[in-house]
């Protein structure tokens, strides 16, 4: 794909309906009603999400010619591309939609809203990378590069595996010996775009996404609990990135995994081992003196992990016995957040002399890109005003 073709198609530049398209507006109609009614949306959220009024759509789909305009916002709102909707050629399938899901389970059982979620998701990914390659970031990122497809060995605990796999990422992508005060803004400088979301499921509390030419994509939930918390929530991230960087499907580099606390698979057990010994390698955490308590408040206050994750870490670490464990975790005790996990910066739009309220999606790495490819001259304000909108 030529490059012109590729900013087209990255930073959903309007498209002109001509000759070269033999569709009848009878037929965008129901190519419409198609792909509304296979994600679940109903009129008024499709309308609400296209910035329409519910009227216009039931014009547009019983055959109501849409301006460019309304066709690109539509096809937005729908989480398809506008020349997959003019040709109708719409794979309702979601583990194959246009964010080309490849998970091994999991995405059936997402609600309409949150499939579309996790669609655009998708496409924000594949924005970032097409304006870092334009502002010449380094790119692929460096968790590409560190990036090695590991299937579950039958030989040791899946525990063991995680936490192998969790002390060479750190090495790789955090040398330094001490604590990583922000995982989220530790994985931006490395190319990956970090999306806090509001999903529909609470039990979900993230999801990955990985594909080529796009940023390697971690999902935070919001409404999750494990989220809300800032030390929980550097081990969500821990978990996402053991994903992006050994799991995949059978579909070569594609990659979506949607993660539930309540899933205890294989696949999220090695993940839910490689967050502690990704934020605090076995060979950097000292016992010291005191009460096993007191090594658990220790380690929880130094690396950043909550009490429960501290307990298990020691325990696994053989830090403290095994037979304190059970006793320690039902002591709920709260750490204090301290410094760890602070809200990423992120660039205003008054930079560019805009007033713009940036999307949940917009509001990210995303949008920071997008200032700066408008600032250099590399996309047009307007484009940009379009990303920091994004939803």
């Known amino acids: 794909m030529v490059a012109s073709t590729l900013l087209c198609a990255r930073l959903r530049l309007r498209m002109r309906l001509g000759s070269a398209s033999c569709v009848t507006t009878i037929e965008l109609a129901e190519h419409l009603k198609r792909q509304r009614r296979a994600i679940g949306l ?160 609470k039990a979900i509390d993230g999801a990955s996404l990985y594909e080529q030419e796009a940023s390697p994509t971690i999902l935070l939930n919001r409404v999750s609990p494990r989220v809300r918390s800032r030390l929980s929530r550097r081990a969500v991230l821990g978990h996402e990135l053991c994903h992006l960087l050994h799991d995949s499907s059978s579909h070569r580099d594609l990659l979506t995994v949607v993660s539930r606390s309540s899933d205890r698979s294989p696949t999220e057990q090695r993940a839910n081992a490689f967050a502690p010994s990704f934020l605090a390698p076995k060979n950097w955490v000292m016992r010291g003196s005191g009460t096993d308590r007191d090594v658990v408040v220790r380690i929880a206050r130094e690396w950043g992990l909550t009490f429960e994750g501290a307990v298990w870490h020691a325990k696994n670490l053989k830090l403290i016995p095994s037979t304190t464990t059970e006793e320690l975790i039902t002591e709920r005790t709260e750490v204090d957040s301290g410094n760890f996990e602070v809200d990423a910066e992120r660039i205003s739009p008054s930079e560019l002399d805009l007033e713009v309220e940036p999307s949940v999606l917009g509001g990210s790495a995303l949008g920071d890109v997008a200032i700066k490819a408008a600032s250099a001259n590399l996309i047009s304000v307007g484009r940009a005003v379009e990303i920091l909108q994004l939803r």
């Open 42 to 201: 109903n009129e008024y959220k499709v309308a609400d999400l296209a910035e329409l009024s519910v009227e216009r759509l039931r014009q547009i789909e019983s055959g109501s010619a849409p301006t460019v305009w309304e066709l690109n916002t539509l096809a937005s709102a729908l989480a398809v591309d506008p020349s997959a909707l003019r040709s109708g050629k719409l794979d309702t399938d979601r583990r194959k939609s246009s964010a080309r899901f490849r998970a091994p389970f999991g995405i059936e059982e997402l609600t309409p809203q949150d499939a579309r979620t996790l669609a655009r998701a998708a496409e924000a990914a594949r924005i970032h990378a097409f304006l870092r390659r334009l502002l010449g970031e380094r790119s692929p990122s460096q968790v590409e590069a560190v990036r090695n497809v590991e299937g579950i060995s039958s030989r040791g605990a899946i525990w063991e595996q995680g936490y192998s796999l969790g002390r060479h990422a750190r090495e790789h992508l955090a040398p330094r010996h001490a604590a990583i005060l922000s995982v989220q803004k530790l994985l931006e400088s490395q190319g990956v775009l970090v999306l806090l979301v509001d999903l529909d499921s």
